[in-house]
């Protein structure tokens, strides 16, 4: 009779803490074959409606994050049992035997370990890559940031919204404006938004932000900062606590992209974003 051969690992689970009360859930598994091959593989790889926006954003965007940067580690020669989270906040769970058929099955079993994971169906599939929502204060700032600037540069319209691929795959989020000088994603941090997870679309533009600042290489623009919208110093609507969350969050922000040689630039509004935009990819471009 012959015998069905399987292939086992250790794996970790990748946690994201949500609320105050502990809870947790799973969104990405890393790991190392017995054959000593690492592998990672994302819980979601597609926002859920069923998910408050946020979240839902979140564990998409910080387990693209955690998979990157666990497989580019490993790729270049290092232990796997050496590496760190690149995102402040998360948790790494207990090491987990499990085992499949193939090494490139490890992923889709390890997977099947969390409570969000869903097997979806050719239809489905389709039907949720169809939406890909961004934060609402999010997209507003952009919107209006192009709209100031389009309104005296009508020549960069074709600079925002750019694509970007890397080892024949996208980077996740489109980069918001890629110049030739320029190069920035925009957020904006709500300090009345009630969930931990406020800052993972700013997270993952940084992350996205950094690949393609090693794309570039020997071409690489002058400036490649993330933009974040912050309130207006005075107005009733936020308390001192909230302005010292948004300095917290830009402090955390800040943070991360030191790690990565980039610079955050806070602003209060649109009109600054858009006139700074123009003078950096403008500064040595002559102006047709």
């Not at 995102?87 to 969000?116: F, K, P």
């Amino acid at each position: 009779m012959e015998t069905t051969s399987f292939v086992s690992a250790d794996c970790r689970p990748i946690f994201l803490p949500l609320g105050q009360l502990g809870e947790k859930v799973a969104i990405a598994f890393v790991g190392v074959s017995n054959s000593g091959t690492a592998f990672a593989s994302q819980v979601l790889t597609k926002v859920l409606r069923c998910l408050p926006s946020d979240m839902a954003h979140a564990c998409v965007s910080f387990s693209e994050i955690v998979v990157e940067d666990y497989l580019d580690w490993c790729k270049r020669g290092n232990h796997a049992q050496a590496w760190q989270l690149p995102l402040a906040g998360l948790e790494v769970g207990d090491q987990v035997a499990i085992s499949a058929y193939s090494e490139a099955e490890l992923g889709a079993m390890s997977r099947r370990l969390a409570s969000l994971h869903i097997e979806l169906t050719e239809d489905q599939s389709s039907e949720q890559s169809a939406t890909t929502p961004r934060v609402k204060e999010e997209k507003i700032f952009l919107d209006q940031v192009m709209k100031e600037v389009l309104r005296s540069r009508p020549q960069l319209k074709n600079l925002f919204h750019r694509d970007f691929n890397l080892r024949g795959r996208s980077v996740g989020n489109q980069i918001d404006f890629c110049g030739q000088n320029y190069v920035t994603c925009y957020a904006a941090i709500n300090p009345k938004s009630r969930s931990r997870v406020r800052v993972s679309s700013a997270a993952a533009a940084l992350w996205n932000l950094a690949r393609v600042r090693d794309a570039f290489g020997f071409e690489m623009p002058s400036k490649i900062e993330l933009t974040t919208w912050v309130p207006p110093k005075g107005l009733p609507t936020y308390s001192d606590a909230d302005y010292a969350l948004v300095e917290d969050t830009v402090s955390e922000l800040q943070e991360q992209a030191t790690r990565e040689n980039l610079t955050v630039f806070s602003v209060p509004d649109s009109l600054l974003a858009g006139a700074r935009l123009v003078d950096l990819e403008l500064s040595s471009v002559a102006i047709q």
